[in-house]
């Protein structure tokens, strides 16, 4: 059964940190892509980050490039994204979903559905003072 499970979430103060974590099953870290997504409410869901099947690269958004880092744990089927110096701003829901029709060493930071077909249930992030 093809599986993601985020966790992690919950309310920091701005500046403080969160990791979160996407435990896959069904499937490996070097068979997809994974991306990070989060929809604030009112708002359209964005891309944050992504990694490349078996973790040679990644991307970022803009806004979070320097902050934010996104890895892999191939031995654990886990990818993680450490949130460093966070801010209001960073407040969602974040999700990952992967993408299998990725070419090696490449993923998309676009939110973009066609590509990345199975999403978790997400975890809430909130940074409030």
């Known amino acids: 059964q093809l599986q993601l499970v985020e966790s992690g979430g919950g309310l920091v103060q701005p500046g403080g940190s969160l990791r979160l974590s996407c435990e896959i099953s069904g499937f490996t870290l070097r068979s997809s892509a994974i991306g990070w997504f989060r929809q604030a409410p009112g708002k359209e869901r964005e891309g944050v980050s992504c990694?490349?099947?078996?973790?040679?690269?990644?991307d970022y958004v803009d806004s979070v490039k320097g902050r934010f880092t996104v890895s892999g744990d191939n031995a654990k089927n886990t990818v993680y994204l450490q949130m460093n110096s966070l801010k209001p701003e960073d407040t969602g829901v974040y999700y990952c979903?992967?993408?299998?029709?990725?070419?090696?060493?490449?993923?998309?930071?676009?939110?973009?559905?066609?590509?990345?077909?199975?999403w978790g249930q997400g975890t809430q992030v909130t940074v409030s003072s």
């Open positions: 990694i490349s099947r078996g973790g040679s690269s990644a």
């Open positions: 979903a992967a993408d299998w029709s990725s070419l090696p060493g490449t993923c998309t930071v676009v939110y973009n559905k066609r590509l990345y077909a199975y």
